[in-house]
């Protein structure tokens, strides 16, 4: 069983910057890639950005390309999500995912099996 714990949300200014972490725990631990989501309400959770854990190769969707970065601890299998520029239609409540398994992409949240509680953003204008 591996357990996310994702801190880091808050209110933020339109233009201001957040950094998301992910903490994942659980006997022996292991992941192909771990995954940011977001849903905002009355939406459908979407892809953020995802990371693979071996490489840590990237990738983001379009909306929070250049903005948003994601990087990983390997020592203390932790990831992060560094939101800088944010934007009112960031506000969501952002959940971290990681993928036991090996897909061929991690843009899907079906490909991902442990999730996180959920955290907070909130960006004013």
């Known amino acids: 069983q591996v357990q996310l714990v994702e801190s880091g949300g808050g209110l933020v200014q339109a233009g201001g910057s957040l950094r998301l972490s992910c903490a994942a725990s659980?006997?022996?631990?292991?992941?192909?890639?771990m995954g940011w989501f977001r849903q905002a309400p009355g939406k459908e959770r979407e892809f953020v950005a995802r990371?693979?854990?071996?490489?840590?190769?990237?990738y983001y969707a379009d909306s929070v390309k250049g903005r948003f970065t994601m990087s990983r601890n390997n020592a203390k299998n932790t990831v992060y999500l560094q939101m800088n520029s944010l934007k009112p239609e960031d506000t969501a409540v952002y959940y971290c995912a990681t993928a036991t398994w090996w897909y061929s992409d991690y843009v899907r949240s079906a490909n991902y099996n442990y999730w996180g509680q959920g955290t907070q953003v909130t960006v004013s204008s």
């Open positions: 990371i693979i854990w071996s490489s840590g190769n990237t």
């Open positions: 659980g006997r022996s631990f292991s992941a192909y890639a």
